[in-house]
């Protein structure tokens, strides 16, 4: 096969894309990045005898969560920028070589060929190298949760905000994928990735509101004004920081999409009177909806599809995201900014947004506004009007089998509450739910970033109800995953205690028979089934 690729939700025919990615990747991409996540692991391997020898140069830790950032899927396509990742990766392997004297035959560590030896090495090392399925599955299931914990913690070092044992804990997981575990270490290493994981989550959770406030409850605009306008979708809220600043006066108005809804809910970005709203809907309807936006779309992160003709001339990128022949807006300097003019220029020369949906949704119940609830919601609990908190967070996705996630959520009884973060709320957000005593029946949190808050809420709920263990909560898990930060934010579930999560549409492909029942056994995870049963067990706290 030309190539082998499981790392999200939809691949092909549920087991692997072995032609070109359901995504839209390449033969030729999907080598590249297979490349870089092995220099990683040769690069994770030098530093952690570097770590042991007090020369670990800090900056690798970081370097490593953007290569595997723009691993992610539908984060970046760009074969050049690859190039340069695989080349800088082992610069700083080798740089790190000669500081700590470091000597080895380990192939991982050794290999540096041209770059024209680049498509055959990628076919040794990608996912089918290890021959053993469980090792396999085991390994790629570390590795998924390493890249989604790289992106969270990226975005937190943005801002200014890191940990060095977040950074050293991924160099030594890494460097654990190139050494022959046992099965029982393996599985501990997953499970010690959940529990880092909450680490980086809580520690973004403090870069966000510490930067920009706690979200709030917001009501948001879904309409249009008459001014030519930027679109802003991704995660990065630094980027739309600096996006607004910069649009300010022009003119020009800003609105969000998809993952960058959330935007909306902090109190710092309310102050711009041209911020007008949100555009749309999940990452996966932008080729119809940045076609009728009319003006130019910036890319912070992930998720890209492949760009249409429609608007190829006014997508941008930016951050570890790429698209070939897209503009890339370069990184800020140390204390400086990104340079959005290009950007506002060409804003100017489009035609405003095509109005495509009027009226409001309302969002921003991330913890701090949850817990500011937390009166009417203990006394609507302990009253019996509110009987059940149904976690629906996660990914949105094409497959028709997504619909389930909507089905649900109308299924639900009026008697309960979805608190819900990430993109999978577009199936569901904009239904009428009602309340329940002025509680909103689908509480938004925010970003997949923000799934740090879901957790929070339920640690404290087990708090303010004396439960002893957080499965006694009313709250159960019905969580959409698509790529690999629901994977992380799946570890982190379970290493904080939650049992009974259902998974959907479809159980991940890269966990083998054996590696599944192992999380069947131990922490009860199952597939998502047929609406009317899963509402009823639900319900039932099954």
């Known amino acids: 096969m030309s190539m082998f690729c499981y790392q999200c939700q939809e691949t092909a025919?549920?087991?692997?894309?072995?032609?070109?990615?359901?995504?839209?990747?390449k033969e030729d991409t999907a080598g590249l990045?297979?490349?870089?996540?092995?220099?990683?692991?040769?690069?994770?391997?030098?530093?952690?005898?570097?770590?042991?020898?007090?020369?670990?140069?800090?900056?690798?830790?970081?370097f490593i969560?953007?290569?595997?950032?723009?691993?992610?899927?539908?984060?970046?396509?760009?074969?050049?920028?690859?190039?340069?990742?695989?080349?800088?990766?082992?610069?700083k392997r080798d740089a790190l070589k000669l500081a700590i004297g470091y000597s080895s035959d380990l192939d991982v560590v050794?290999?540096?060929?041209?770059?024209s030896s680049y498509a055959a090495k990628a076919a040794e090392v990608g996912v089918l190298s290890q021959a053993n399925e469980d090792v396999r599955s085991l390994r790629e299931l570390l590795i998924y949760g390493l890249k989604g914990m790289a992106a969270y913690t990226d975005h937190a070092a943005v801002l200014g905000f890191e940990k060095p044992e977040i950074y050293e804990y991924m160099i030594s997981a890494l460097a654990t994928t190139t050494r022959d575990l046992s099965v029982d270490e393996m599985v501990g290493q997953v499970l010690k990735c959940g529990e880092v994981a909450v680490t980086a989550m809580a520690l973004l959770d403090e870069a966000n509101t510490t930067t920009y406030g706690n979200p709030e409850m917001t009501t948001v605009n879904l309409g249009v004004r008459g001014n030519p306008g930027?679109?802003?979708?991704?995660?990065?809220?630094?980027?739309?920081?600096e996006l607004l600043k910069q649009t300010?006066?022009?003119?020009?108005?800003?609105?969000?999409?998809?993952?960058?809804?959330?935007?909306?809910?902090?109190?710092?970005?309310?102050k711009y009177d041209h911020f007008v709203g949100n555009y749309g809907?999940?990452?996966?309807?932008?080729?119809?909806?940045?076609?009728?936006?009319?003006?130019?779309?910036?890319?912070?992160?992930?998720?890209?599809?492949?760009?249409?003709?429609?608007?190829?001339?006014?997508?941008?990128?930016?951050?570890?995201?790429g698209w070939p022949g897209a503009t890339h807006i370069a990184d800020r300097m140390d204390g400086g900014s990104k340079d959005f003019s290009e950007i506002i220029t060409k804003a100017k020369t489009c035609a405003p947004p095509l109005e495509i949906e009027t009226g409001t949704i309302v969002g921003g119940f991330a913890h701090a506004q949850v817990m500011a609830l937390a009166d009417k919601v203990i006394d609507a609990v302990k009253s019996g009007a509110l009987k059940r908190f149904v976690v629906m967070a996660g990914c949105d996705g094409r497959q028709p089998g997504r619909n389930y996630f909507t089905e649900v959520a109308k299924a639900l009884p009026e008697d309960t509450v979805i608190l819900t973060a990430g993109c999978a709320k577009f199936r569901y957000n904009k239904l009428n739910l009602g309340d329940i005593g002025g509680i909103p029946r689908v509480l938004d949190a925010g970003q997949c970033n923000d799934s740090y808050s879901l957790a929070y809420v339920a640690l404290q709920l087990k708090e303010v109800f004396g439960a002893a263990d957080i499965n006694d909560l009313p709250i159960s898990y019905d969580i959409a995953w698509?790529?690999?930060?629901?994977?992380?934010?799946?570890?982190?579930?379970?290493?904080?205690?939650?049992?009974?999560?259902?998974?959907?549409?479809?159980?991940?492909?890269?966990?083998?028979?054996?590696?599944a029942k192992v999380l069947v056994e131990n922490f009860d995870i199952k597939p998502v089934g047929d609406v009317a049963g899963d509402v009823a067990a639900i319900m039932a706290g099954n």
């Open 65 to 91: 969560c953007q290569g595997f950032f723009a691993t992610i899927t539908n984060a970046n396509f760009d074969n050049a920028r690859f190039v340069d990742l695989i080349k800088a990766s082992v610069s």
């Open 248 to 270: 300010e006066g022009t003119g020009v108005d800003v609105y969000t999409h998809s993952e960058m809804l959330p935007a909306n809910y902090y109190p710092a970005f309310k």
């Open 110 to 115: 050794n290999w540096n060929g041209p770059e």
């Open 482 to 515: 698509y790529e690999q930060k629901a994977v992380v934010v799946l570890l982190a579930l379970l290493a904080i205690g939650v049992k009974h999560i259902r998974l959907g549409p479809t159980l991940p492909a890269f966990l083998s028979p054996n590696v």
């Open 33 to 62: 990045q297979d490349l870089l996540v092995y220099t990683l692991k040769g690069l994770a391997v030098v530093a952690e005898e570097a770590k042991k020898q007090n020369k670990l140069d800090p900056s690798v830790g970081l």
């Open 281 to 321: 809907n999940a990452w996966w309807l932008q080729d119809k909806e940045f076609t009728s936006f009319n003006g130019p779309i910036l890319m912070t992160t992930n998720c890209i599809t492949p760009v249409k003709e429609a608007y190829r001339d006014r997508i941008y990128t930016t951050g570890m995201a």
């Open 230 to 241: 930027i679109l802003i979708s991704g995660h990065d809220l630094k980027d739309m920081e």
């Open 13 to 25: 025919k549920g087991t692997g894309c072995t032609i070109a990615g359901v995504c839209g990747k």
